[in-house]
Structure formats: structure tokens, C-alpha cells
């Protein structure tokens, strides 16, 4: 038989670090990953972004254009396998492949310019 409510000693020690430890993160408090790369950022003299600056219709305009980026690539993602299952040419298959990686950056640096410009406006 067992004995009722007698608990190890290194379960106790371990609770009692466990609990140690939460009341420690409390006061000090916990940071997100985010918070804690901006901290980088601050170190190494670049400033935070300043998001707050933007309004709502300029961050809706924002998203709006990352989202359409978003679908253009994964169409084209598609699109570019597809293609490569029907393909058997290693030369083809490699000029398929070259196009596939020129039309995502074009795409990625319209998304990039447009959010660029509703940046500056």
C-alpha cells in the first residue's frame, strides 16, 4: 500500500521554484518576442516604426494591398507547379523555375512600393 499524502521532497522543491519563478516573471514582466526585437532595434540605433502615425484608411489600404500580393503569389505558386509536373526538359524546367523567381519579386516589389508610397502620404 501506498501512503496517503506524503509528497517527495524534490516535487515539493520543484513547486516551489516553479512558483518562485511566475512570481519573479510577474515584476519583472514577461515580453513578447516583438518587444524584445525592437529592444535590438533600439540597440543597434534604428528607430521603432511608427505605425500610430498611419491612419486607419492608410492601414486598411496597407493590408488590403499585402493581402492581393498574397493571393497573386500563391496563384502564381500554383500556377508554377503545375507547369513543372507536365515539364520533363531540365533546361525548360530551369527557364520555368527563372521566370517563376522574376515574376514573385516583380510582384513583391509592387507590393513593396505601393506600401511605400500610402507611407509617405
Excluded: N
Amino acid at each position: 500500500m501506498g501512503r496517503v499524502g506524503i509528497v517527495p521532497l524534490w516535487h515539493k522543491r520543484a513547486r516551489c521554484y516553479a512558483l518562485f519563478m511566475a512570481d519573479k516573471d510577474k515584476t519583472t514582466g514577461m515580453k513578447s518576442a516583438y518587444e524584445l526585437a525592437l529592444e535590438r532595434l533600439e540597440k543597434q540605433g534604428i528607430d521603432r516604426p511608427r505605425e500610430e502615425s498611419l491612419t486607419g484608411e492608410a492601414r486598411e489600404k496597407m493590408a488590403e494591398a499585402r493581402r492581393k500580393s498574397e493571393a497573386r503569389l500563391a496563384e502564381l505558386e500554383i500556377l508554377h507547379k503545375d507547369r513543372l509536373k507536365t515539364m520533363a526538359d531540365p533546361v525548360k524546367r530551369k527557364e520555368e523555375e527563372e521566370e517563376y523567381v522574376r515574376e514573385r519579386r516583380r510582384i513583391e516589389d509592387e507590393r513593396d512600393r505601393k506600401i511605400a508610397e500610402l507611407r509617405q502620404a
